[in-house]
Nanobody, 123 residues
Framework: QVQVVESGGGSVQAGGSLRLSCVVSGEAFNFLSMGWFRQAPGKEREFVAAIARFSYTEDYTDSVKGRFTISRDDAKNTVYLQMNSLKPEDTAIYFC????????????????WGQGTQVTVSS
């Protein structure tokens, strides 16, 4: 059984930074492409960033490019999301997701999901 567990959320002021972590167990991590998604109140879940298996190719939604960085440590079965220059509009629950295939930006392409971690950015 695959388990996905996020951590690292919290409350920060605009301009601040947070680093989210996501640990995966129950599957060969190096065979997984990993994604971060977020969902704000009253809105649909949206793609934030993803990193491919093997190639470590990265992809980002336009609104976070230059501010967020996704990375992975296969030895630790962990993917990270470094978030800098945070804005109030980044406030959301952030979800980590995994899929046993190529990188994707689509919510319904991911097989395994964590419970989410809250990120709140105040102005």
């Amino acid at each position: 059984q695959v388990q996905v567990v996020e951590s690292g959320g919290g409350s920060v002021q605009a301009g601040g930074s947070l680093r989210l972590s996501c640990v995966v167990s129950g599957e060969a991590f190096n065979f997984l492409s990993m994604g971060w998604f977020r969902q704000a109140p009253g809105k649909e879940r949206e793609f934030v960033a993803a990193i491919a298996r093997f190639s470590y190719t990265e992809d980002y939604t336009d609104s976070v490019k230059g501010r967020f960085t996704i990375s992975r440590d296969d030895a630790k079965n962990t993917v990270y999301l470094q978030m800098n220059s945070l804005k109030p509009e980044d406030t959301a629950i952030y979800f980590c997701a995994a899929r046993s295939f190529i990188l994707s930006t689509e919510v319904d392409k991911y097989d395994y999901w964590g419970q989410g971690t809250q990120v709140t950015v105040s102005s």
